[in-house]
């Protein structure tokens, strides 16, 4: 078992999610974070006076898989989160000791 992390840009969602009900990932958490990579946050200019903004906007999902799913969920992060600019994101593939339903108390691959 694997929980996956992935990093993306919010305006990205929508077409990662596609992208996994293809491959029939269905099972997702997600929450709003910001942070910044290689961008390090932007710079702008309100009412004349400039400011920075130190950290962006971003998306964080955690999809728990058995093995097989491993590579279908990274490929569809990666078909739906791709724009070709710096701050798409990045996937963070992590082991995963155990999962348990609650419901029902059932554990390991079969919870998930």
């Known amino acids: 078992m694997k929980l996956i992390i992935a990093i993306i840009q919010p305006s990205r969602l929508e077409a990662v999610k596609e992208a996994l009900t293809k491959v029939e990932v269905f099972r997702l958490t997600v929450m709003d974070c910001q942070g910044f990579g290689r961008q390090k946050g932007q710079s702008g200019i309100y009412r004349g006076h400039e400011f920075s903004v130190n950290l962006l906007r971003k998306v964080q999902l955690q999809i728990a898989v058995n093995e097989e799913f491993v590579k279908p969920t990274v ?38």
């Open 75 to 112: 490929d569809a992060i990666l078909e739906g989160g791709h724009t070709g600019e710096i701050g798409d994101g990045k996937i963070f593939v992590l082991p995963m000791d155990d999962c348990i339903r609650i419901r029902t108390g059932e554990r390991g691959s079969e919870a998930i």
